[in-house]
């Protein structure tokens, strides 16, 4: 079995962070080379995506001390889960298996250990999940809940709590590979892959140093990416709305012709403003729906890089 392990990291403005997170890399890389749960090539992959703060330089200055560590620069920043991709990509056919985690080390990285021994035992994915959401807010913990079960709801096999903290053998890589979608949500993809797989539980701590990427907004905009690169529900949804209220809109003619013949004809000035508001409101969100399929149909069929590599930095020959 090979052992040689790249660690994927993806980094966006992280210079606050880096110094922490090379320092308590090396030690827990040597720990595991120690054990032989790692062959002694092994690596810490760092990916820039398109920092504008010193993040480079810092990934840089690592790779020419220690030969432990390696890095990709992105011509461009292009998110989280893209830099990721590059960096699994990069790492496919120079390890035996590779473990993806963020640059702040939220996620516990003496977890490693039981990662590692459950790929000697075969499993070609395991995931990383967390035990808690205690240090999470409550709208954080309440929103998170109510997206894994819409998720799973929508048939995809979602793991309950599981990051991108997880671990993939280059077989479930090159099975990655092989998805050309735009539309990137790896934990809705790699479930989908098959293969023998497995969890491990740990507790994730606070950010040290530097501040979440994930601001309020570019968390719904993730949520909505997996949504609908997974799943044509809403579409469904649309249908499902509009023959409501085309049964609905039958009880009001039917009403409006009783009042008609009855001789009750009122001014119905109310009624009339409330349904064209209602109705309009309807019809623009159905409408918005099938916008936002119809956005992401178009990013795709344009097939443009995921990203695209500006520089990379140590383990060049290594190929
Ligand atoms: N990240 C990235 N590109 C981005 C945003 C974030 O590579 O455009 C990285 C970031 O550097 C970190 C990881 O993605 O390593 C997760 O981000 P963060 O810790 O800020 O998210 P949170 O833990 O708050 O959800
Ligand atoms: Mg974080």
């Given at each position: 079995?090979?052992?040689?392990?790249?660690?994927?990291?993806?980094?966006?403005?992280?210079?606050?962070?880096?110094?922490?997170?090379?320092?308590?890399l090396?030690?827990?890389?040597?720990?595991?080379?120690?054990?032989?749960?790692?062959?002694?090539?092994?690596?810490?992959?760092?990916?820039d995506?398109?920092?504008r703060?010193?993040?480079?330089?810092i990934?840089?200055?690592?790779c020419?001390?220690?030969?432990?560590?390696?890095?990709?620069?992105?011509?461009?920043?292009?998110?989280?889960?893209?830099?990721?991709?590059?960096?699994?990509?990069?790492?496919?056919?120079?390890?035996?298996?590779?473990?993806?985690?963020?640059?702040?080390?939220?996620?516990?990285?003496?977890?490693?250990?039981?990662?590692?021994?459950?790929?000697?035992?075969?499993?070609?994915?395991?995931?990383?999940?967390?035990?808690?959401?205690?240090?999470?807010?409550?709208?954080?913990?309440?929103?998170?809940?109510?997206?894994?079960?819409?998720?799973?709801?929508?048939?995809?096999?979602?793991?309950?709590?599981?990051?991108?903290?997880?671990?993939?053998?280059?077989?479930?890589?090159?099975?990655?590979?092989?998805?050309?979608?735009?539309?990137?949500?790896?934990?809705?993809?790699?479930?989908t892959?098959?293969f023998?797989?497995?969890?491990?539980?740990?507790?994730?701590?606070?950010?040290?140093?530097?501040?979440?990427?994930?601001?309020?907004?570019?968390?719904?905009?993730?949520?909505?990416?997996?949504?609908?690169?997974?799943?044509?529900?809403?579409?469904?949804?649309i249908?499902?709305?509009?023959?409501?209220?085309?049964v609905?809109?039958?009880f009001?003619?039917?009403?409006?012709?009783?009042?008609?013949?009855?001789?009750?004809?009122?001014?119905?000035?109310?009624?009339?403003?409330?349904?064209?508001?209602?109705?309009?409101?309807?019809?623009?969100?159905?409408?918005?729906?099938?916008?936002?399929?119809?956005?992401r149909?178009?990013?795709?069929?344009?097939?443009?890089?995921?990203?695209?590599?500006?520089?990379?930095?140590?383990?060049?020959?290594?190929?």
């Amino acid at each position: 079995m090979d052992n040689r392990l790249y660690v994927v990291i993806p980094c966006y403005n992280e210079e606050e962070m880096l110094g922490i997170t090379v320092g308590r890399l090396r030690e827990k890389m040597t720990e595991l080379i120690r054990k032989r749960l790692i062959s002694e090539n092994s690596r810490v992959l760092f990916v820039d995506d398109g920092s504008r703060d010193k993040t480079w330089e810092i990934i840089r200055s690592a790779c020419e001390n220690d030969g432990l560590f390696c890095g990709v620069r992105l011509a461009h920043n292009r998110g989280h889960q893209n830099a990721l991709m590059a960096g699994m990509m990069y790492a496919k056919n120079r390890c035996g298996c590779i473990v993806s985690m963020d640059a702040d080390l939220q996620d516990d990285i003496d977890a490693l250990d039981e990662f590692l021994r459950k790929y000697e035992n075969g499993c070609e994915i395991v995931y990383g999940v967390r035990n808690s959401r205690e240090t999470d807010t409550a709208f954080k913990r309440c929103t998170a809940r109510a997206f894994y079960k819409l998720m799973r709801s929508a048939g995809t096999d979602i793991v309950y709590d599981h990051a991108d903290y997880r671990l993939m053998s280059g077989k479930a890589l090159e099975a990655l590979s092989e998805y050309g979608e735009t539309n990137l949500f790896l934990r809705g993809i790699v479930p989908t892959l098959g293969f023998k797989t497995s969890c491990v539980y740990y507790d994730r701590k606070e950010r040290e140093a530097g501040e979440s990427k994930y601001p309020l907004r570019k968390m719904l905009e993730f949520a909505f990416e997996g949504i609908t690169s997974f799943t044509v529900r809403p579409l469904r949804l649309i249908s499902v709305i509009g023959l409501l209220f085309s049964v609905l809109s039958a009880f009001g003619l039917a009403y409006a012709l009783i009042s008609y013949f009855s001789g009750a004809a009122v001014k119905g000035w109310t009624a009339i403003v409330c349904s064209v508001w209602l109705l309009g409101g309807v019809l623009m969100l159905c409408i918005g729906v099938l916008g936002e399929y119809i956005g992401r149909i178009y990013f795709e069929v344009k097939h443009r890089p995921r990203y695209i590599i500006d520089e990379t930095a140590g383990d060049k020959d290594d190929e």
